[in-house]
């Protein structure tokens, strides 16, 4: 049969637990303090940590032809700067449509406060015509074939207008008119113009061979540019001393070369065609 605790027995039990509550309301007080410490320092450091002061903590890299001074301009930036009230998103896009880049790309950094803008230069490599519902609009094209407007193409500072020229410049056409761009140096013949016909055909017009007719921009595409390559090479001297006028190479496999017209006939004959057609 258990004996109940004795007096001493009662009076230590009473002193531990008022031990183990003085125990825990220390605790909580120090976790209070902790908090409210971080608290404060974090709303310090936002308030005053994440705050770009001056245009020189403003950090442009990657451009040849950027400067710090058009990036603040063009993204409407003003100091001092808080980093969390700025949206990189909103900057990017402002500086993608006003600068001549290919790529932006916006950092907040914390420690020191800075505001870090990574850019990739863009480059006009042809003037560019397009329709738009306000009517014709003129402008330029990178080597991607994505669009520039005047006002990027003058930031890009590029002493001289390119001499290639695009026609019906659409947006879901930029692949095809890319890889035609990048072709230009290799078709044998000085590229002029690349025209994007109503119907969705291409067209190219060459220095020496006139107008080259590719057919729709689809899969063969890379073929019809690689026999007009050939051809420009190739083609026999006695062609070249006709000055041929046209190519068709819809049928990469059967080009048709168009020949100037016959001289004008007596009024009594019928009239020649526009031009002899010839398979080569």
Known sequence: MSQAPGPRTAERRRQLRQQRRRDRLKNLWRILVLAASATGLGWLLLREGWVVQSPEQVV????????????????RLSFPLPLLAL???????????????????????????RLRIELIDREAVAQAQRRTGKGLENGYVDRLGNWMSSRQQRSGGSPTSPQ????????????????????????????????????????????????????????????????????????????????VQSIDLSDPEKPELGLPGQ?????????????NRARD
């Open 263 to 275: 001289p004008p006939a007596p009024a009594s004959t019928p009239k020649p065609t526009s031009g």
């Open 60 to 75: 442009v890299v990657g451009s040849r032809q950027v400067s710090r001074e058009q990036v603040i301009r063009e993204g």
């Open 164 to 243: 290639v020229r695009v026609i019906g410049w659409q947006k879901r056409l930029r692949a095809p008119l890319a890889l035609v761009l990048a072709k230009r140096d290799q078709l044998g013949s000085r590229l002029e113009e690349i025209r994007f016909e109503p119907n969705g055909n291409l067209a190219l017009r060459t220095a020496t061979l006139g107008k080259v007719h590719l057919g729709p921009p689809d899969e063969r595409l890379p073929r019809r540019l690689e026999v007009l390559q050939h051809l420009s090479q190739r083609l026999p001297g006695q062609l070249q001393r006709l000055r």
């Open 87 to 113: 949206s990189p998103l909103q900057l990017r896009t402002q500086l993608a449509a006003a600068l001549p880049v290919e790529q932006v790309q916006v950092s907040r950094l914390m420690l020191p406060p």
